[in-house]
């Protein structure tokens, strides 16, 4: 057996190349398969529970063809295959394919950073003011991300511009802040209106915190009305209880006061000949 070896030894394919260290290349190469394929499925098995799914499954990606690419260097090193010719075209090849995937190679880069940096993570509600989007969160991937937007459409958007965006996370504090604005007459009673909108709310919307209180602030003396705003407080699963119908209970509530809600008016002097 020995002797047979060394003459798979002395057998030379080509570039130094021998039958017998490409059989031990062959040998390397299946155990950093079999190696790979063991550690991807325990980091999947204790480490990925732990970590959110998006970054759980680039990771394990990341794991598997990094030992593979090990495993070929070892290959090559094991073989005497010389690369060196095979490195300086693939240089030259490499500096083209550069300016040609700028794109590509920023999107990695920034999925890199949202996986470290994680500003959200999935299953947020979020919204991209810059882009005009907002919807759920579905994953991060190597060069993209997926959202479902609140119409049920799926948008995918390139790493860059997710990373390089400002990002507004609608779900990261437990409570959210809605806010509303109406106007009543100048001949009405202010501190009426928000006593009698105050009982409407702690009646109708028992959502609404009342630590910290709803809040009522006089936005502006405009032509036709008193403009005032008010802010309520809520649980962020409450959001599509409170925020959809804030409006329906305050007008509910000054119509059943008798509080005027006035439209805008225009008074025109004609001067007489």
Known sequence: MFESLQGLGEIEIAGGLTLLSLLIGGIIMGVGFIIARTVRLLFTKYYAPTLPQDTAKNMGKLLYFGILILSFLVFTSSTGVDLSGLLVAGGIFGIVIGFATQSVVSNLISGIFLMIEKPVKQGDSVELPGLDISGTLLDISTFSVRIRRFDGTIIRIPNESFFTSNIRSLTSTPVRRSEVVFGIAYKEDIDAAISVIDKEIRKSLPFVLM???????????????????????????????????????????????????????????????
């Open 211 to 273: 630590i910290p209180k709803p809040e009522f602030r006089i936005k502006e003396l405009a032509d036709s009305s008193v403009n005032i705003e008010l802010f309520v407080w809520h649980p962020r699963e409450d959001w599509g209880e409170v925020a959809p119908v804030l409006l329906k209970v305050v007008k509910r509530a000054l119509d059943a006061a008798g509080i005027e809600i006035p439209f805008p008016q225009r008074v025109i002097w004609q001067a007489k000949e």
